[in-house]
């Protein structure tokens, strides 16, 4: 029997971890129970330093020692260590151009409660993070350890002076705004804050869609389009973040081809994104769309299969750079994508290389607290990667 875990009188904060902690609590976090053999050979840590570094995560009651597995074979049974999910607890919010989706993960990523707010009509930022910090406020009388919080978005993120700042994110009209230091001050609490396709890539690669997959490209799109890699399973970050950026690739160059805001005709963005098969389709908002196309009405049709190719288009090109194991495609317009399912995978077809090829295809079933999920996996991997990356 786990003696329960303690409450500090004081607020709880997540403890300071060295990188030999980290590397295995990370493991334990990512990939379940682990006996001691098998956390030794993945970490590389001697038998003795793994006793070391797990008596420290037991005594901090983020590991408890399980049951005794007998291994097969020779040698001794084998210890198992397991996790304990409800030993801390972390926040994540997505941030959309109207609301705010926020969740309560456990430390496996489990999401224990979820809320969801209207945005202050304003969208100033200091609106919008006077909210972030009352949604805090309120999950912390139900979590006291609340370790820490992720908050993502659509748009450009950068470190200044290691702080981060949203760069641009054209759905709030924010342009510099330093919102990572913003949101401490109000939430008391260590923040991460990420762009939200990057962020659900490392959510889908440590605990959804992309598990046990060292290679990977998520592709999202809604109101806009984006794209997450994981190459030998770590995020491609480049030299600023700002990977995956296939909104804007020329797919047809038609003169009947519509025009994206940047004035790009046929570009990605000009088929796919939802305000444009929208706008393509002549529709009052996508589901009508939807079920105009489904009906034989020729506008529509042409604007979701366009919608559609234009998006195989866009995982060809990815397909193309890194040969991912597994390509996840989600976001809210996916039901285009499953209505004109023959039309992307011709899409596919017509740009890929012809000595690739698509692997694994996964079409991800959207909500947008998906990406609040994705947030608060920011914000635990943050706690367990290695201090020095
Ligand atoms: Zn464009």
């Not at 030999?20 to 330093?49: I, K």
């Not at 005709?265 to 529709?283: E, K, L, Y």
């Not at 017509?350 to 991800?364: K, M, R, T, V, Y």
Request: glycine letters at 10%.
């Amino acid at each position: 029997m786990t003696e329960a875990i303690t409450e500090a009188a004081d607020r709880w904060s997540w403890p300071e971890l060295h990188d030999g902690q980290r590397a295995v609590l990370r493991e334990v976090v990512v990939h379940g129970s682990r006996s001691r053999a098998d956390l030794a050979r993945r970490t590389g840590f001697s038998r003795t330093s793994l006793s070391r570094l797990t008596r420290d995560l037991v005594e901090l009651q983020f590991i408890v020692e399980g049951e005794i597995k007998p291994r097969s074979g020779r040698g001794r049974p084998s210890e198992m260590l397991d996790l304990r999910p409800e030993s801390a607890h972390f926040a994540g919010v997505k941030l959309t151009g109207e609301a705010l989706y926020a969740v309560v993960t456990d430390l496996h990523a489990v999401v224990v409660e979820r809320v969801e707010h209207p945005l202050p009509a304003s969208k100033a930022a200091a609106d919008v993070v006077e909210l972030i910090g009352r949604v805090v406020a309120d999950f912390r009388t139900r979590h006291r350890r609340l370790a820490s919080l992720g908050v993502c978005l659509a748009g450009d993120v950068e470190e200044m002076n290691g702080r981060a700042e949203v760069i641009d994110s054209p759905f709030l009209g924010w342009d510099r705004v330093p919102l990572q230091g913003m949101v401490e001050k109000v939430s008391g609490l260590p923040t991460v804050i990420s762009n939200d396709v990057q962020a659900l890539t490392v959510a889908h690669h440590w605990f959804g869609a992309g598990v046990g997959h060292s290679s990977l490209a998520v592709v999202s799109f809604g109101a806009g389009i984006g794209a997450g890699l994981v190459v030998r399973d770590e995020l491609v970050w480049g030299a600023r973040g700002h990977t995956g950026k296939v909104g804007h690739l020329l797919v047809s160059n038609g003169e009947t081809a519509p025009v994206c805001d940047h004035g790009h005709r046929g570009c990605v963005s000009a088929w796919v994104t939802v305000p444009a098969v929208i706008a393509n389709a002549g529709a009052a908002d996508l589901e009508d769309a939807l079920r105009r196309a489904e009906e034989g009405d020729p506008r529509a049709v042409a604007a979701v299969e366009g919608g559609a190719r234009a998006l195989g288009a866009a995982v060809a090109y990815l397909v193309d750079l890194i040969d991912p194991q597994k390509v996840i495609v989600t976001g809210e317009g996916l039901p285009m994508a499953r209505l004109a399912e023959a039309a992307f995978h011709q899409g596919v077809e017509e740009h890929l290389d012809p000595s690739s090829e698509l692997g694994l295809l996964d079409f991800w079933d959207f909500d947008f607290a998906d990406y609040a999920w994705a947030a608060s996996i920011s914000a635990i991997r943050r706690v367990v990667q290695r201090e020095t990356t």
